[in-house]
């Protein structure tokens, strides 16, 4: 009696040829049976069914890639993917703390150097002096006010390179530089500013390296996010500051214009390139192993309060956990990520086979990812929150969506970056928290700027240089106390006249306080006599230089005779 096949056997036996005669007897016999015949049947089906399970395997393939590290599905279509809707943001533009505060150019600036930085500074300024000269003339807010607007004059007068000594000379420099003060006492605060002392430090600050700065940078950073609110897009991004000399947490950018200098991650609004938030980059504890995800926990710390924006960075921040983090906090994310990152999924690195000009994207649940080929072998992949749909433009070159809302946000930190460096009152030093207070000057001038024209958008609206109209009218007002204190008139006719304007437009505390200020007047040198020592207080009506008899006559005013 023959024996019939079984289901298992079946298929074999019609995938596999007879290899012997036996084998093709036994099959020619089995299609004589019907139960063989049943057989068959039954084992074509669990073949059709097997080919379908594998069919549907590989279409669910296809729609789904994974991550490099195979921790995150990705899907070539958005049909699983929730849609974005923003939080309410702050409104943009001022706040109320500064709006109730502001009432002229200089109050603007006040807010950021207040009072309180003012006064520390002198403090330490006059215990550095004491340490160092042996007779020290101590100075006061008036002199350091007075000190920080002739910094940004220069900065106006685009002199930041020029010599300190051209910028007082008679023919090279500008008269309210020496109408202001003399070139001895600006060398004198110049050199002996100082911000910290070393001998009454915390124990916390030995081991800090910014312990130099940390307290006035601490003070005043804190006053960047009071005074702004920003726009719905914000930029986070890194500004060099240069500096050549001796610093331990110096850094070497190649790729930045000064390529050497000190590193600042700034958070900035896109719209008016405000800096929002500001954090100085020491580098890694001596002794310790290298930050991980150094990226995320800088935008994080440099986002903290704010809700509903968008955050706009480049590839060395953005990652995946970083854009997970920022939703939890009601934030979004649009940035270039890198093409070693492990949470992408190798199907956006392959170029080969991709036209020019194409697309290929990939979603999550919150996350979309793509890849855009702007010509043959070449590959730029961006990571977005806010985007949850394949857009892209049908103007050439065909971009998506996400790349050109990346585009109009990237250069916020840039532009800022710009806009300090066109107006800029850095001096050459070989002290790194001397090059810090001097960025401070110039991020609180633009800040000021911002505020102003925000509070006041009809002011000089007619100009294109409004900012330079700004700082210099901040300069003057800076100088103006100095020079109404002044006692005696500079040696130059154009300094003494402005001098002049500006103690008759307003009374100084010693004229009120002395009844005598007015007729008295101190003794001086002729100006006309060759080796004479005798000193003279009469002075000439037109130049105000001091004159003696023999070089003095009289005239009618009337006729000039």
């Known amino acids: 009696m023959k024996r019939r096949l079984t289901v298992q056997e079946s298929p074999r036996r019609e995938l596999d040829p007879p290899d012997s005669e036996q084998d093709s007897d036994e099959a020619s016999e089995s299609e004589d049976t019907d139960g063989d015949f049943e057989v068959s049947l039954e084992s074509e089906s669990s073949d059709a069914s097997s080919d379908c399970g594998e069919s549907t395997e590989k279409t669910e393939d296809l729609d789904e890639w994974k991550s490099t590290n195979g921790q995150i599905v990705w899907h070539r279509t958005e049909a699983e993917t929730l849609r974005y809707f923003p939080e309410k943001c702050a409104p943009w533009g001022p706040t109320r703390y500064a709006t109730s505060r502001i009432t002229s150019v200089k109050s603007c600036f006040d807010l950021f150097i207040t009072d309180e930085i003012i006064q520390l500074i002198v403090d330490m300024t006059n215990v550095q002096g004491r340490r160092s000269v042996s007779q020290w003339k101590d100075i006061d807010a008036t002199d350091l006010q007075a000190y920080i607007g002739l910094l940004l004059l220069a900065a106006v007068y685009k002199s930041r390179n020029e010599s300190t000594c051209s910028l007082w000379g008679e023919h090279t420099g500008r008269a309210i530089f020496r109408a202001t003060m003399s070139l001895h006492t600006f060398s004198r605060i110049n050199s002996h500013l100082w911000f910290d002392d070393r001998q009454t430090r915390p124990a916390p600050h030995k081991q800090d390296k910014l312990a130099a700065f940390r307290t006035i940078w601490e003070k005043w950073k804190y006053r960047l996010p009071l005074l702004f609110n920003p726009g719905s897009d914000v930029c986070v991004d890194d500004q060099l500051v240069p500096f050549k000399g001796r610093c331990v947490f110096r850094q070497y950018m190649p790729r930045k214009p000064a390529k050497y200098g000190i590193k600042i991650w700034v958070a900035c609004d896109v719209l008016t390139s405000y800096a929002w938030k500001m954090q100085i980059y020491t580098g890694k504890t001596a002794g310790s192993p290298p930050e991980v995800d150094r990226g995320k926990r800088v935008v994080l710390d440099l986002t903290e309060g704010l809700e509903g924006n968008t955050v706009t960075c480049d590839n060395f921040l953005t990652s995946y956990a970083l854009a997970e983090e920022l939703l939890k906090r009601k934030l979004a994310l649009v940035g270039k990520i890198g093409k070693n990152k492990p949470e992408l999924p ?216």
């Open 346 to 561: 190798p199907q956006l690195l392959q170029t080969n086979q991709r036209a020019p000009q194409s697309s290929l994207f990939a979603f999550t649940r919150t996350h979309t990812a793509v890849s855009y080929i702007p010509k043959k072998g070449k590959n730029v992949l961006l990571l977005s929150t806010k985007h949850r749909e394949p857009e892209v433009s049908n103007k050439e070159p065909r971009q998506p969506k996400i790349i050109l809302d990346y585009n109009s946000c990237k250069g916020g930190v840039d532009n800022f970056d710009k806009s300090i460096s066109t107006y800029s009152c850095r001096r050459r030093t070989c002290r790194w928290p001397l090059v810090l207070f001097y960025n401070i000057l110039d991020v609180s001038a633009l800040n000021a700027f911002v505020l102003w024209t925000a509070l006041h958008p009809s002011w000089n609206n007619n100009k294109s240089f409004k900012r330079r109209l700004f700082m210099e009218e901040l300069g003057k007002m800076l100088v103006s106390p100095q020079m109404q204190r002044t006692q005696s008139p500079p040696h130059t006719p154009a300094a003494a006249a402005i001098a002049k304007d500006e103690q008759e437009s307003g009374e100084t505390p010693e004229k009120s306080g002395d009844a005598d200020y007015t007729s008295r007047k101190l003794r001086r040198p002729c100006q006309f006599c060759t080796g004479g020592k005798r000193k003279i207080a009469s002075t000439c009506n037109m130049c105000n230089k001091h004159i003696c008899k023999d070089h003095t006559f009289s005239y009618c005013s009337s006729c000039g005779h």
